[in-house]
């Protein structure tokens, strides 16, 4: 599996987690690794990515602010750190390596399995 992705998990309004995606080497050095999230009813929306070149970052306008990407080379791991969490951020959080840093799921070719962040008191 080219991607996998860990960390969900329940959260109260306001706190954090930070979701994992590991990947190999490979992936990392020649595709964008880019964060979308699904909920119920609702479209896959791209949440934020990063480059595999210069390491530019990029942030859907509802998570700014709070939402952060990195990634760890020595690890071979992209994180989002997620702050700030709110109750319409519950979602599936996919992980995903495409050729174009875009926040659009048609410019990604690998996908993982998903995991679940419920934001809920």
């Known amino acids: 599996v080219p991607v996998v992705e860990s960390g969900g998990g329940l959260v109260q309004p306001g706190g954090s987690l930070r979701l994992s995606c590991a990947a190999s080497?490979?992936?990392?050095?020649?595709?964008?690794i880019g964060w979308f999230r699904q909920s119920p009813g609702k479209e896959r929306e791209g949440v934020s990515c990063i480059s595999s070149s210069d390491g530019s970052t990029y942030y859907a306008d509802s998570v700014k602010g709070r939402f952060t990407i990195t990634r760890d080379n020595a690890k071979n791991t992209v994180y989002l750190q997620m702050n700030s969490l709110k109750p319409e951020d519950t979602a599936v959080y996919y992980c995903?390596?495409?050729?174009?840093?875009?926040?659009?799921?048609?410019?990604?070719?690998?996908w993982g399995q998903g995991t679940q962040v419920s934001v809920s008191s």
């Open positions: 995903a390596a495409g050729r174009l840093g875009i926040l659009e799921a048609w410019g990604y070719v690998y």
């Open positions: 080497r490979l992936i990392l050095d020649r595709y964008a």
